[in-house]
T-cell receptor, first 114, second 114 residues
Framework: DGGITQSPKYLFRKEGQNVTLSCEQN?????MYWYRQDPGQGLRLIYY???????QKGDIAEGYSVSREKKESFPLTVTSAQKNPTAFYLC?????????????FGDGTRLSIL | AQTVTQSQPEMSVQEAETVTLSCTYD???????LFWYKQPPSRQMILVIR??????QNATENRFSVNFQKAAKSFSLKISDSQLGDAAMYFC???????????FGAGTILRVKS
């Protein structure tokens, strides 16, 4: 079945450590997105990519980095510069250039500080 | 910047009855898209319904329908014959422009009483 796979489901970060969240999709979607969700709040956009080897900052990109070397994969690195990384992270994808098509979401990764 | 406002942090409805969730948004664009997503306790994001701004007809998906008032920038969700499985956090979201980024409201928790 086609879908989006995020791993790991739970992740713990030590002080000063970088951690990488994985997002893989087999929907043949060109566009991919990373969102952050804090308790009781809506989702906020971190980074997005419309095509391989290209990506743009979202509203809260500071302390995060991404790469898009393959169409299927869009990993997110939470760097030590992100001082408050504890949150639920959601990856999404959609067909690029067709605004009425919805974004499809993975099951998320919960990141906590040790 | 576009904003989405959900003014009801929590709503309750009796099973089999109807409930309406409110959403307003702010934009200067004329061509955009609106979505309602549902997030149950599993934290999965599930598309409920979508509306294209250029369409005057309100979208309907089974028990879910919207009241789209473009001039008032209002996009409410009506759930008829509420079921226990409808209990979740509901997010209103707006999309337009390059990248089709989604801007989310803060969400409304819907509780369904048996």
């Amino acid at each position: 079945d086609g879908g989006i796979t995020q791993s790991p489901k739970y992740l713990f970060r030590k002080e000063g450590q970088n951690v990488t969240l994985s997002c893989e999709q087999n929907l043949n979607h060109d566009a991919m997105y990373w969102y952050r969700q804090d308790p009781g709040q809506g989702l906020r956009l971190i980074y997005y990519s419309q095509i391989v080897n290209d990506f743009q900052k979202g509203d809260i990109a500071e302390g995060y980095s991404v790469s898009r070397e393959k169409k299927e994969s869009f990993p997110l690195t939470v760097t030590s510069a992100q001082k408050n990384p504890t949150a639920f992270y959601l990856c999404a994808s959609k067909t690029a250039g067709r605004s009425n098509q919805p974004q499809h979401f993975g099951d998320g990764t919960r990141l906590s500080i040790l | 910047a576009q904003t989405v406002t959900q003014s009801q942090p929590e709503m309750s409805v009796q099973e089999a009855e109807t409930v309406t969730l409110s959403c307003t948004y702010d934009t200067s664009e004329s061509d955009y898209y609106l979505f309602w997503y549902k997030q149950p306790p599993s934290r999965q994001m599930i598309l409920v319904i979508r509306q294209e701004a250029y369409k005057q007809q309100n979208a309907t998906e089974n028990r879910f329908s919207v009241n789209f008032q473009k001039a008032a920038k209002s996009f409410s969700l009506k759930i008829s014959d509420s079921q226990l499985g409808d209990a979740a956090m509901y997010f209103c979201a707006y999309s337009e422009g390059y990248g089709n980024k989604l801007v989310f409201g803060a969400g409304t928790i819907l509780r369904v009483k048996s």
